[in-house]
């Protein structure tokens, strides 16, 4: 690994520049995919209730016009790319991402013992005026009374990962077509504000702890990498499910987002590997 661990917070590391690629070209992809998403899940519509014009998505849900245009937009099928350039890029990202948390579990060894398998997760596109307020990434916004929530993945993960495709500025004068201003990422219980820069990657505590928002990006476009680390078996009545490699082809390990850890990351995980391989099972 080519960087070095920059500890921000007790759980919050900072890996600063952790790939060499063209970051240009991620961004241009992002825009069309985003796009092709966007278009595929919202049609204009109105509100049942209110009469109000906006957009509705795939299930039925009613967004405004307004809420729709503050909400980053999503790149979640990143290997369908017929680009192979594209995806040698996104796959030398993931090894620069797998190598971080490796790093990272070295600094916190025992969260290597709640690793099972991964979310290769997806691109988030913030245009002008879009944002993500503060939450943890472990919520689903559970209510006592209301039918349980269809998709609970969420509840799965266990590390997450922000990786920064291009630089947040702080003066309008610095803007230059690649840049962006506002978009700051914000840790309020761990008390840390991080000004985004190409590609630097955060490490951090999916629960409560890692809580975080992004601010309002007020110039230009604002692009960003997240994704997971998870344990516990998944449960497809709620929508999880993770690939096992050994049974799978290479074109399906390529183009599943959620796929088993086959090996250890790195020498914490090899520990936490080897001590559950020894523990007598439980009668």
Known sequence: MNTTAEVLAPGLILYRHVLDTDWEA?????????????????????????????????????????????????????????????????MALEEAREQCVADYM???????????????????????????????DTSTDYKYGVPHPTHQIATRTVISTLTFFNNCVSECWELDGTNYMGGIVRFPYLDVEYTPKTGDLLVFPSNYMGAHEATVVQQG?????????????????????????????????????????????????????????RKPRAE
């Open 26 to 90: 991620l961004c241009q992809f992002a825009d069309k995919q985003s796009q092709k998403e966007w278009d595929s899940m919202y049609t204009p519509g109105t509100d049942p209730l209110t009469g109000e014009q906006g957009y509705l998505n795939r299930n039925g849900y009613f967004f405004p016009d307004e809420g729709i245009n503050q909400m980053p937009r999503h790149c979640a099928y990143l290997y369908d790319s017929p680009d192979l350039r594209v995806t040698e890029m996104l």
């Open 106 to 136: 070295e600094h916190y060894p025992v969260v290597a013992q709640s690793v099972w398998w991964k979310i290769k997760g997806h691109i988030l596109v913030y245009p002008p005026g879009a944002s993500l307020g503060i939450h943890a």
């Open 221 to 277: 476009t604002r692009y960003s990498h997240v994704g997971w680390y998870c344990q516990g078996t998944p449960n497809m009545e709620v929508n999880e499910f993770a690939l096992d490699p050994n049974s799978a082809s290479e074109d399906e390990i390529l183009k599943t987002t959620n796929v088993y850890l086959t090996e250890p990351l790195g020498p914490a995980m090899e520990k936490a590997w080897a001590g559950a391989a």
